[in-house]
């Protein structure tokens, strides 16, 4: 069983940068791929990245290049850093974990998810 209770969202101007972490209880979580993901009011809960154990990474095309996720097994923490932040990242974002180590884009893969950050962007 795993916990995972989300922090550092805001609100920032365009451009900015924001940088959200992720503390998970539980001894397994350093065996467990964690994932971002974000949802915009009337849209779709959405991949943004995900690493597996090995911190290997994985990004969604529309923040590639400006995202970067980072895990941290000895804490059972991971991190999202948001650089040259955009209007359209606004949104609630979540963390995830997926017991499979797949760090896949599909939200069905994680069983076990936070509560959300709110990520504000203004123009």
């Known amino acids: 069983q795993v916990q995972l209770v989300e922090s550092g969202g805001g609100l920032v101007q365009a451009g900015g940068s924001l940088r959200l972490s992720c503390a998970a209880s539980?001894?397994?979580?350093?065996?467990?791929?964690v994932g971002w993901f974000r949802q915009a009011p009337g849209k779709e809960r959405q991949f943004v990245a995900a690493?597996?154990?090995?911190?290997?990474?994985y990004y969604a095309s529309s923040v590639q290049g400006r995202f970067t996720i980072t895990r941290d097994n000895a804490k059972n923490t991971a991190s999202l850093q948001m650089n040259s932040l955009k209007p359209e990242d606004t949104a609630v974002y979540y963390c995830?974990?997926?017991?499979?180590?797949?760090?896949?884009?599909?939200?069905?893969?994680?069983?076990?998810w936070g509560q959300g950050t709110q990520v504000t962007v203004s123009s």
């Open positions: 539980g001894s397994t979580f350093s065996s467990y791929a």
């Open positions: 995830a974990a997926d017991g499979n180590d797949c760090a896949s884009y599909a939200i069905q893969e994680y069983s076990y």
């Open positions: 690493a597996q154990s090995s911190g290997r990474a």
